[in-house]
RNA sequence: GCCCGGGUGGUGUAGUGGCCCAUCAUACAACCCUGUCACGGUUGUGACGCGGGUUCAAAUCCCGCCUCGGGCGCCA
C-alpha cells in the first residue's frame, strides 16, 4: 500500500490508487457514481457504463456500502463532482466485504440511539462528527501537556492497582492481587502527592481514575481520564492560576489546529476560548447567590453539599467557568489543608456553568495535622503508612487538583453525554466492547 | 443505593384493546434512468425484548424477569 493515496491529496492529472470505504454508490443508469471514504474525506469514482470494460463496471457497482476497496485510475478535474475531481477507474480490487446490512449507518441517513453506536463503535467512528471528537481530545490532551511543560511539570505515571483507597468514602473496584485483596485506584492523589516531595517537586499526570458508584448519569463514567496536577512551594491560588491556564489552554490548542474538526461538528463559529481571570467566589458568597436564584426549594445552609440544581442555576447565570473557593472543612477531604479559621479549608473546584470539572487545593503538609484529619474522618492511619511516613522527612507546602478529561471535552463541545466523549465508556451496565 | 421512563424489521420511528397478517424513513433485492451529490421512480423483503396472566379479542392492560435511558445522592 505504500503508493496509496489519500482522496484529499488526489489533484488533477494524478495517477493514483485511492484506498478506503464505499461510502454510497448512486446508479443513474448509463452512468454510476461511487463515493470512496478514507480518513481524510471522500472521492467520487465515475462509471461510465457504456466506456468501461463490463467487468469493472461490475466489480463496482455489485459491492455493498463499507467495504473497503482500491481504487486505481486517473483523476480528472470535474465541477460537477462534489469535491472538484473525480476518479475515473482502471482497476478496482476488493480487499475486504461488509455484509449488506450494517448494524448502523455510517453515511447518517439514519439516526443511531447511543448504545447501538457504543455496541458498534467501529462503524460509528466512521462518521466524521465521531471522528472529530476524537480527534479534538487528541488535540487537547496534546495542548494540555505542553502547557504543562510550560509551567515546569514533569509528567508521571503512577500505579493504578493499589492496597488502599486514596480518601474513604468512594466504592472502590475490588481485585485480586496475587491472592491478597487489592483496588482498582480512585485518583492518583497521594502518589502525586509524594512526588513534590521529591525531587521533581512539580508533576502531571494523565491517566485512568476507576470509581465503583453506581451512578447512571451523562456525565459519570467508572474509568474516567484524570489530568491532575501538582506542585510543592504552590498554594490555592497558585494551584487555580495554573489551573485557569490548562483550561485556556486546551480551548486554544482546538481553536489553532482542530478547525475541520470544529466544522464536522457545526461549531466552527461558535467555538469561542474562554476569557482569562475566571471569576472565584467563596462558598459562602456562591450558597448566597444560589438561594438567591430560587431555584431551590429548601435554602442551602452552611455546611451543604452543593445539590446539581444549584450549580445549573448559578452556572446559567454566571454563564463562564468559576472556581469556587473557601470550602468548609467538614466537606472536604482530609488532606486538603485548613485556612486559619480552621472552619474553612483551602479546597476549590473549578465549575463549567454545566457542571463540576476540577477539584483542588492547598495540601496538609503537617504531619501531625495530617494524622489528625484522618482520624477525624474515620480513616487509620496505620493503612497509608506508605504515604504519612514521607510527611516526616520533609514535606514542602503543595497545592494541586484534578480535571476530569471527558468532561472537559463534553463541556469544551457541548456534548449531552459524556460516554461520546470516550472510545469505549465503562459505565453502570457497559463492560464491552 | 433510592426514584422515574422506555424496549416495534439491520437502523431510526408511528401506533394507548378490534380499523394492525402493524406506519413512515433508511437499508437490502429486482427493474427503469448518462451528472448524481440524503439522486429519483416502480415492485418486493424484513419487526411487536422474554415468560406468565386478564379478555370473545393484546404491540396496546396486569405481574415477573431481562435490558436500555434518565433523575437524585456522590463525584472528575
Redesign the pocket.
Known amino acids: 500500500m505504500e503508493s496509496r493515496t489519500y482522496t484529499a491529496d488526489a489533484a488533477p492529472g494524478d495517477s493514483v490508487t485511492v484506498a478506503g470505504w464505499v461510502h454510497?454508490i448512486?446508479?443513474?443508469?448509463?452512468?454510476a457514481?461511487l463515493i470512496l471514504r478514507d480518513t481524510t474525506g471522500k472521492i467520487?469514482v465515475?462509471f461510465?457504463?457504456?466506456?468501461m470494460a463490463d467487468d469493472l463496471v461490475e466489480t463496482g457497482l455489485d459491492l455493498?456500502?463499507e467495504s473497503v476497496v482500491a481504487v486505481g485510475g486517473d483523476v480528472e478535474e470535474?465541477d460537477?463532482?462534489?469535491t472538484g475531481v473525480?476518479v475515473v477507474p482502471e482497476n478496482i480490487e476488493v480487499l475486504a466485504e461488509a455484509d449488506?446490512?450494517?448494524?448502523?449507518?455510517p453515511s447518517g441517513?439514519?439516526?443511531?440511539?447511543?448504545?447501538?453506536r457504543l455496541d458498534n463503535r467501529t462503524l460509528d467512528l466512521r462518521k466524521a462528527e465521531v471522528q472529530a471528537v476524537f480527534e479534538i481530545r487528541a488535540e487537547l490532551l496534546r495542548s494540555v501537556r505542553e502547557q504543562f511543560r510550560d509551567l515546569g511539570c514533569t509528567e508521571i505515571n503512577t500505579p493504578k492497582i493499589v492496597a488502599t483507597g486514596t480518601e474513604g468514602?468512594?466504592e472502590l473496584f475490588p481485585i485480586t492481587y496475587f491472592g491478597r485483596e487489592a483496588f482498582m485506584n480512585q485518583?492518583p492523589q497521594l502518589f502525586k502527592q509524594l512526588m513534590v516531595g521529591s525531587g521533581l517537586e512539580r508533576v502531571f499526570e494523565i491517566g485512568p481514575i476507576f470509581?465503583a458508584?453506581?451512578?447512571?448519569?451523562?456525565?459519570?463514567?467508572?474509568e474516567?481520564t484524570?489530568i491532575d496536577f501538582e506542585s510543592a512551594f504552590y498554594d490555592e491560588h497558585d494551584a487555580m492560576d495554573a489551573c485557569e491556564a490548562v483550561v485556556i489552554a486546551a480551548y486554544e490548542g482546538i481553536a489553532e489546529n482542530c478547525q475541520d474538526e470544529l466544522e464536522a461538528l457545526g461549531m466552527a463559529d461558535s467555538f469561542e476560548v474562554p476569557d482569562a481571570g475566571f471569576p472565584r467566589l467563596s462558598y459562602e458568597e456562591v450558597i448566597e447567590r444560589i438561594n438567591a436564584t430560587g431555584a431551590l426549594d429548601e435554602p442551602l445552609v452552611w455546611g451543604d453539599?452543593l445539590?446539581?440544581?444549584g450549580?445549573r442555576a448559578l452556572g446559567e447565570e454566571i454563564g463562564e467557568h468559576y472556581f469556587i473557593t473557601e470550602w468548609p472543612s467538614e466537606?472536604k477531604p482530609f488532606y486538603i489543608m485548613d485556612k486559619e479559621d480552621d472552619e474553612l479549608s483551602t479546597g476549590f473546584?473549578l465549575m463549567h456553568p454545566r457542571?463540576?470539572?476540577?477539584?483542588g487545593g492547598q495540601r496538609e503538609h503537617r504531619h501531625d495535622r495530617l494524622i489528625e484529619g484522618f482520624e477525624q474522618q474515620g480513616l487509620e492511619p496505620e493503612a497509608f503508612e506508605y504515604y504519612t511516613k514521607m510527611f516526616r522527612y520533609g514535606m514542602p507546602p503543595h497545592a494541586g487538583w484534578?480535571?476530569?478529561a471527558?468532561?472537559l471535552v463534553m463541556t469544551m463541545l457541548g456534548l449531552d453525554?459524556?460516554r461520546e466523549a470516550v472510545l469505549f465508556p465503562r459505565?453502570r451496565?457497559?463492560l464491552s466492547p
Open positions: 454510497e448512486r446508479d443513474l443508469g448509463g452512468i457514481f467520487q465515475k461510465e457504463k457504456d466506456g455493498h456500502r470535474e460537477r463532482a462534489p473525480e449488506p446490512e450494517l448494524p448502523l449507518d441517513k439514519v439516526d443511531a440511539e447511543l448504545s447501538t468514602g468512594t485518583s470509581r458508584e453506581e451512578h447512571n448519569t451523562p456525565r459519570h463514567l467508572n474516567a484524570s453539599d445539590p446539581t440544581e450549580e466537606i473546584d457542571l463540576e470539572l476540577v477539584s484534578g480535571l476530569g471527558e468532561r453525554n459524556i459505565d451496565q457497559r
